[in-house]
């Protein structure tokens, strides 16, 4: 069961094709739109005290909206892959809100999903995940795989690029002279960075230019950077919508 807070992630889930929202809790006097919503949807709604909206969600800052939906069943990843032109594949990420923040940053910036590999790394459907992606996490398709670097091997049979960012001295600085319309990228544990499987699986290694005596920043940084300099700079419509 994945819980969902606040007014427009709410609204987000109600209205993405990924996710089955099985009951909205609202503020007794709040957001009368997302109770149209949710009846039009034919999802339970139950209006309670603010006091009885912190014991349900834990806290006392709920904004005054609250979700339930099942765990969304992952997208077939070789099922979509021939159609699949920018993907993002943070492996191994400890933190939930590095892995939202990249999730967002991925939707920002026009990513076609995100791919995880099953049991490593933070749950990208907890709560702290949810908050950070800022709503992304209900538009994009998530392929959850049992390998990355079979799903890489499987992506390079479609002629898609494979880059990784990397600290290593053989990677190569931003920008690129030239990146595939087809292009995955793979963002490292936040400790550890890419493993060897990892770096075996890409094309190519990159990183960011670095003023002296500096030589990294956050992942959810570094692909903020990364994902704009490849993938930035285009208009895309935005997967996951219902309407």
Not at 81 to 89: K, T
């Amino acid at each position: 069961m994945v819980t969902i807070e606040g007014r427009w992630a709410v609204e987000a889930a109600l209205r993405s094709s990924f996710f089955d929202v099985s009951s909205v809790l609202v503020e007794e006097g709040r957001h009368s739109e997302l109770v149209n919503l949710a009846e039009q949807r034919k999802v339970p709604i139950r209006k309670l005290s603010s006091e009885l909206m912190a014991q349900e969600a834990g806290f006392d800052f709920h904004r005054g909206a609250l979700a339930r939906a099942d765990r969304p069943d992952s997208a077939s990843f070789d099922d979509k892959v021939d159609s699949i032109e920018r993907l993002v594949v943070p492996v191994g990420l400890a933190d939930g809100g590095n892995l939202g923040t990249i999730i967002r940053t991925a939707a920002a910036f026009g990513a076609d999903g995100v791919l995880i590999e099953s049991g490593k790394g933070a749950d990208i459907y907890s709560r702290k995940c949810i908050r950070a992606s800022a709503t992304a996490i209900f538009r994009l398709p998530v392929f959850e795989v049992s390998s990355v670097p079979k799903a890489m091997a499987k992506f390079r049979e479609f002629k898609g690029m494979v880059l990784g960012a990397s600290l290593s001295d053989r990677a190569a600085e931003l920008p690129m002279k030239e990146v595939g319309s087809k292009c995955a990228v793979i963002l490292g544990a936040e400790k550890d960075g890419l493993t060897h499987d990892l770096e075996s699986s890409c094309d190519e290694l990159i990183r960011l230019p670095m003023s002296q005596g500096m030589d990294s920043l956050n992942v959810a940084a570094t692909a903020s950077i990364m994902l704009y300099e490849l993938f930035g700079r285009v208009s895309r419509s935005t997967p996951g919508s219902s309407d």
